[in-house]
């Protein structure tokens, strides 16, 4: 595929992006909507507040208490849907607040350069995946994590740092834009004292740039990733890089909605190097959602917006 066509299929994925931006018009959605430039405004399940801090918008997420996702993972501290709340009570411990710088800049170079669709938004398999790993934070105790394209906010992998005793977690995304936002947003939150992950860190790793990620090569427990197989150029390289970077019982936890063919032939190309599981289900909250979107949210394409869970387990030991 030339360099041209790269950049056409990446200028279309933006100026979907830029037009949705301004059909996103609902005040009381007004906070995802800016963040979130799109027609459909994600699934809702992280609740968002703003703030201005010099200038800069940043987002507030917040950041269940860790028992209360333990002990009822369906009553997160979530927004209302259709007049039902799953809202913590009065009693929990306060929660923390997580940051979130996020809206770099763009100019039209920065369209025609390297790959910026982590530059918009942050996309509803992001979403999806930070919900995920709350609900999970158990499985990732100790556990080195590392999160591919992770976008201008790396959400999941900070959400990982949040909630999890994790001993490393690695933040990456191959556009130095994406990067630079994301150390902003770590140094932010770790003088807050956020992260209860031992280590963590930022770093501009390229799934094709083998030495971007030499010294990382087996040593990673969980690799996850979201919405990053949209182009289907990189997912040799993508697959390459997951399998390097884990180690033989590790595994890689991805979100991605199907985009067309893209899913369909990642998982092929996937398949040589794993064990690859796809649900479409994994959740009854996002479950339901999903069915209600369907019927009620003309914006919402379920090709484009819902996320599949794609599971990686390595077949053989690395060599
Ligand atoms: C659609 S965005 C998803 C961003 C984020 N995960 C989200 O869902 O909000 C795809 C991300 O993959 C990154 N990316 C694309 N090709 C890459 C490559 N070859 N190496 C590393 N990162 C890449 C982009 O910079 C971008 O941040």
């Known amino acids: 595929m030339s360099a041209n066509t790269n950049a056409q299929i990446r200028w279309k994925f933006l100026s979907q992006s830029l037009r949705a931006r301004k059909r996103c018009s609902n005040p009381a959605d007004a906070t995802a909507c800016q963040i979130s430039a799109r027609n459909f405004c994600g699934f809702d399940l992280l609740r968002k507040t703003k703030e201005t801090i010099n200038g800069d918008e940043w987002m507030k997420i917040a950041v269940p208490h860790r028992g209360s ?178 180690n033989d019982k590790g595994y890689a936890l991805l979100f991605s909605p199907r985009r067309g063919t893209a899913l369909q032939s990642f998982i092929q190309a996937a398949s040589s190097e794993f064990i690859v599981q796809v649900m479409e289900k994994y959740d009854d909250m996002v479950s339901d959602r999903h069915r209600l979107y369907c019927n009620t949210n003309n914006t919402y394409i379920p090709d484009l917006h819902y996320p599949l869970l794609i599971k990686l387990h390595k077949t053989t030991a690395s060599p």
């Open 69 to 246: 996702v333990q002990s009822r993972p369906n009553s997160l501290a979530l927004p209302e849907v259709n007049g039902h709340s799953g809202c913590q009570t009065d009693d929990s411990p306060p929660e923390k607040q997580l940051y979130l710088k996020c809206s770099p800049a763009m100019t039209t170079s920065d369209i025609f350069g390297f790959d910026n669709t982590g530059n918009i938004c942050i996309w509803p398999a992001e979403e999806i995946l930070a919900f995920y790993c709350l609900l999970h934070w158990e499985e990732f105790s100790g556990a080195r994590i590392c999160e591919l394209g992770g976008g201008m906010t790396c959400l999941a992998a900070n959400m990982v740092a949040a909630t999890s005793e994790t001993s490393h977690v690695i933040l990456t995304d191959g556009n130095a834009k994406c990067v630079q936002n994301c150390e902003e947003i770590v140094k932010r939150n770790k003088s807050l004292g956020l992260y209860s992950a031992e280590n963590i860190c930022v770093r501009c790793l390229r799934w094709d740039a083998l030495e971007d990620y030499q010294d990382l090569m087996h040593s990673v427990d969980l690799v996850i990733a979201a919405d990053c197989i949209f182009v289907e150029k990189f997912h040799q390289a993508l697959v390459r890089c997951i399998y390097d970077l884990l």
